[in-house]
């Protein structure tokens, strides 16, 4: 009689992974904002580098758990605890020019990740992909700031005039970004996005 063979084992993360994965990342966005934020211009929105996390998130760990894990961030900030760049925390940052950016943050992992997650399937060239994906999770989150930033300042012009001082910065975050998720799916090809899992 042949020897049986023992069942495979799935690739999909327990419970437990998705929540210690969950918490680690939205820990990393926290440490992010270690960094302080620097103003210019008048929005009132200050350049950080703490915004880069959502979407890095999600080229990393896909869509569901970057989502969770830039929801948990935002609600520990909500609050009270003070985790966004410059020490911010409470409802104030929300309701504030950098609101609609904060906002952004849950669309931005979502589309990073479920881009990554496509591209892991059909097993497209793996850096070029995760840099759109990452942009990809950059715009989707100017498209929610900006319309925010416009109703604060009650122009559309300053808000979108004030919102380019920011793109060099952000699209150098985004090829950091992809470069980083690029040399830890190589590592870690099965604790991340891949063509099976997700």
């Known amino acids: 009689m042949p020897e049986q063979l023992p069942p495979a084992t799935s690739r999909r993360a327990t419970p437990a992974a998705d929540i210690a994965t969950t918490v680690v990342v939205a820990a990393f ?11 210019v211009g008048a929005t009132g929105v200050p350049i950080v580098v703490q915004n880069a996390g959502p979407f ?3 080229v990393l760990v896909g869509a569901r758990r970057a989502v969770l894990a830039v929801v948990l961030l935002l609600a ?8 966004l760049s410059g020490g911010r925390g409470g409802i104030a ?10 906002f952004g943050w849950i669309l931005s992992a979502l589309v990073a990740g479920l881009i990554a997650q496509a591209a892991a399937r059909t097993r ?12 990809a999770g950059l715009l989707v989150d100017y498209a929610v700031g900006i319309p925010w930033l416009a109703v604060q300042t009650g122009s559309w ?3 979108f005039t004030g919102s380019l001082v920011f793109v060099p910065g952000d699209l150098a975050k985004v090829v950091i970004a992809a470069l980083i998720a690029s040399v830890v799916h190589r590592a870690l090809p099965d604790r991340l ?3 099976r899992s997700r």
């Open 93 to 102: 940052p929300f309701v504030g020019p950098s609101g609609g950016f904060l």
């Open 124 to 135: 497209a060239p793996r850096l070029p992909m995760l840099l759109v994906a990452a942009l």
């Open 76 to 83: 520990l900030v909500a609050i009270g605890l003070p985790l």
């Open 193 to 195: 996005v891949g063509a």
């Open 56 to 58: 890095l998130a999600g």
């Open 29 to 39: 966005i926290a440490v992010l904002g270690l960094f302080p934020g620097v103003y």
């Open 157 to 159: 012009s300053t808000a």
